[in-house]
């Protein structure tokens, strides 16, 4: 027959679970604070690292400007002035003996025009054009001058002009134009006579075409024009056919 425990029987201890959750003494411990002075640190450690690597790349572009600077600058610089130096102006250059295209002088500009030039590449009376031997197709010749005296005044506008038209139209052209031909005039103005301007040119042009050869066997040059409308003593042609 079963007897039933004896209550005053000391058994085992009864035990509790350990919590899970619960760190003994002897488990190593971490510190929360201590992690994130380890993680500040390491993002000290990268930013510093970056910062250096930022600094060295300026420097060095900084060199390299100053290498530029110090060499490729003056190189440019004097190759440019030598190529500028070694440029041959030839717009006020005349070529006595030309070669087989007649070619006398390039961009000639109209203020170097001489009496008995004949022209190509001409545009007009303000352009530069090219100066070629009167045999060649041209366009333009200046076939008449006339100069007034430094100490004459500006007889003004309409007058001037008049006296410029009027010397002009008296040239005789002696060449067979073998195009339509127009007299071109330029004269001072107010503000160019004030500079020292005292030059009439007469430019007989084509309408159309080319020439080929002289309009005038010696063009007519006036070196003691008149704007006053006064009589001007004979031109040098005229003094010449005088004595032919």
């Known amino acids: 027959m079963t007897q039933p425990p004896d209550e005053n029987v000391e058994g085992p201890a009864e035990t509790t679970p350990e919590d899970p959750f619960t760190v003994s003494d002897e488990a190593p411990q971490t510190s929360v604070l201590a992690d994130a002075e380890r993680k500040k640190s390491r993002?000290?450690?990268?930013?510093?690292?970056?910062?250096?690597?930022?600094w060295l790349a300026t420097g060095a572009l900084l060199v390299v400007i100053v290498v530029i600077g110090l060499v490729v600058v003056p190189w440019v610089s004097s190759m440019l002035n030598s190529d500028s130096s070694e440029e041959t102006p030839t717009a006020t250059e005349r070529n006595e003996n030309p070669g087989l295209d007649g070619i006398?002088?390039?961009?000639?500009?109209?203020?170097?025009?001489?009496?008995?030039?004949?022209?190509?590449?001409?545009?007009?009376?303000?352009?530069?054009?090219?100066?070629?031997?009167c045999d060649q197709p041209h366009e333009a010749e200046l076939?008449?001058?006339?100069?007034?005296?430094?100490?004459?005044?500006?007889?003004?506008?309409?007058?001037?002009r008049a006296a410029a038209e009027e010397f002009c139209g008296s040239i005789q052209l002696t060449g067979t134009a073998d195009a339509p031909v127009v007299i071109q005039v330029t004269n001072p103005s107010e503000g160019s006579w004030g500079e020292g301007d005292r030059r009439v040119d007469c430019l007989a042009t084509t309408t159309e075409g080319q020439l080929t050869g002289t309009?005038?066997?010696?063009?007519?040059?006036?070196?003691?024009?008149?704007?006053?409308?006064?009589?001007?003593?004979?031109?040098?042609a005229e003094a010449d056919t005088d004595e032919g």
């Open 43 to 54: 993002r000290d450690v990268r930013r510093r690292r970056q910062n250096r690597n930022r």
């Open 104 to 133: 006398i002088a390039t961009g000639l500009p109209p203020e170097d025009f001489e009496p008995g030039d004949c022209l190509t590449d001409f545009i007009s009376t303000q352009d530069p054009a090219t100066v070629i031997e």
């Open 143 to 160: 076939v008449g001058r006339q100069t007034f005296a430094d100490a004459d005044a500006y007889p003004g506008t309409d007058q001037m």
């Open 215 to 236: 309009l005038v066997e010696n063009p007519v040059v006036d070196n003691t024009g008149s704007a006053s409308g006064e009589e001007s003593p004979e031109t040098d």
